[in-house]
C-alpha cells in the first residue's frame, strides 16, 4: 500500500483530496501546517509527500528542504493552484520530484503520484510551454546546437517524455525497446550535460530542441 504526507492548510482540499488517494488505496496522513509534517516525519517515513506551495507558516519550497535534510531521497510533490512559471527555477533546485496543478483532474493527479513514485519528473504542459524561449534573434544559433546536440530519435524521446509519458509508452509509440529509450535519455542527459529528465526537458525547451 502507498504511504502518503498530505499537507494544505485548505482544510475542504485537504480532506478532499484525502478521501480521493483512499479511493485508490493509499494510505494517507494530513497535516494543515509544515511544523506539523515535520513532528511526523520525525517520526516515521512515507511513499510520498504532496504539499501545498502557499501556506501561513512554511510554504511548500521551505518544507521540501526540511524534508530532505531527514530523508535526502524522499519523494514530494508540490501542488498548487498558483501561476509557479516564475518559481519554478527555485522549486526545482529544492528537489521536488514534480508539480501538480490543483485544478487537474482526478486521473491525472493519481498517474502524477504513480509516475513521481517511479522516479520520473512531473510537470504540467502548461507550465513547460511557458519556459519556451521567444528570442527569435537567437533562432540561428539555437538551432545550430540543436543539430550539433541531438538526432532525431533522442528528439522524438525527449519530445514524448514532455508529454508526461513513461518509458514504456515511449518504446511502445517509437517502437523501440523501452532499455532502448533509457539508453537514449542517459545520452540525451550527456549531450545537454544534465543528471534528470526535468532539467532535459526544461533545456530542450529554452534551445527549440521539442515544442511541446
Do not use: W
Amino acid at each position: 500500500m502507498i504511504t502518503v504526507l498530505l499537507v494544505d492548510d485548505h482544510k475542504s482540499i485537504l480532506s478532499g483530496t484525502k478521501l480521493l488517494l483512499e479511493s485508490h488505496g493509499m494510505e494517507v496522513a494530513t497535516c494543515f501546517t509544515g511544523a506539523d509534517a515535520l513532528e511526523v516525519l520525525s517520526k516515521q517515513s512515507f511513499d510520498i509527500c504532496i504539499y501545498d506551495l502557499k501556506m501561513p507558516d512554511m510554504d511548500g519550497l521551505k518544507l521540501t528542504k526540511k524534508t530532505l535534510e531527514i530523508y535526502p531521497d524522499q519523494v514530494v510533490l508540490i501542488y498548487s493552484g498558483e501561476d509557479i512559471s516564475s518559481n519554478f527555477n527555485v522549486l526545482i533546485k529544492s528537489g521536488v520530484s514534480g508539480i501538480v496543478d490543483k485544478a487537474c483532474s482526478d486521473k491525472h493527479f493519481i498517474a502524477a503520484i504513480n509516475m513521481a513514485l517511479e522516479k520520473m519528473v512531473v510537470l504540467p504542459l502548461e507550465l513547460v510551454k511557458s519556459l519556451q524561449v521567444t528570442n527569435t534573434s537567437n533562432q540561428q544559433s539555437v538551432e545550430n546546437t540543436r543539430i550539433e546536440c541531438l538526432n532525431q530519435q533522442e528528439i522524438d524521446v525527449l519530445y514524448l517524455a514532455s508529454k508526461g509519458k513513461t518509458n514504456k509508452e515511449i518504446s511502445d509509440e517509437l517502437n523501440l525497446a523501452q532499455r532502448s529509450v533509457e539508453y537514449h535519455l542517459s545520452h540525451i542527459y550527456k549531450k545537454l550535460n544534465v543528471t534528470s529528465r526535468v532539467h532535459a526537458i526544461r533545456k530542450a525547451v529554452e534551445l527549440n530542441l521539442i515544442h511541446p
